[in-house]
């Protein structure tokens, strides 16, 4: 008799299709063996529903597998916009559903932060990495030079985050990365805090969240995809009846 096929969790190298939509752009990746093979951006700040299926079949041919070869699907749960997280989220799960595939949530900080430690394995500060309310504050949160969170997710502007953060964090400095990265560096500097701004996009992006996902489907440290709210949605007036 032939033995059923491995279930997706006990391959040791998953086959990650990665969603991210919460930023001003909208990415797919598809991860195989361990790389990013395909990936695809479209650079809008709404959209990304009525885009998000066409791109993600794109991402698929371009990479030469099928939905079914995908193990895992990875999605950024934010924080960020909130039509962009629910889109993505909403896209992921029924990806899952429909090719029995395992989701696994990913945050968009922590995808930044993941993307800084590998870009210079070799340096020891700790990154600041900030994304958009579109509220007027920034969402930060900070990470030491492994990507390991130091500390929750908050808001703040961009002249109160100084006073934000620990002494015992910053003295040997920071590393800036994400939105408006060049305006905390100069404030955080005017406040005798050393900063770095390595290359890194200022946004995430899907083969971020993949190689993130990645690493933690092996660590058994995964998340489900439930989205990083921090703030209630801004919804539009009522509709007048009649």
Partial sequence: MKKPPPA?????TPNILAIEASA???SIAVMMKGEVVAERRHLAAHGHAVGIVPLAIETINAAGVKFDTMTHIAAG?????????RVALAAAKGFCMAHQAIGVGVSGLQALAYAASHAAADVTTPCLVLADTRRGPLYAQIFDAKARPMGAIFEASIYHLPQLIDADISASGLRIIGMERIAVADALDTAGIITDLP?????????MVARLASEQIAQHQTAPLHPLYLADPRLGPKKKSG
Avoid at 199 to 207: G, L, N, T, Y
């Fill in 8 to 12: 997706p969790s006990l391959l040791t």
């Fill in 24 to 26: 001003n752009q909208l």
């Fill in 77 to 85: 749960c934010g924080p960020g916009s909130f039509t962009g997280i």
């Fill in 199 to 207: 290359a890194i996009d200022e946004m995430p992006s899907a083969s």
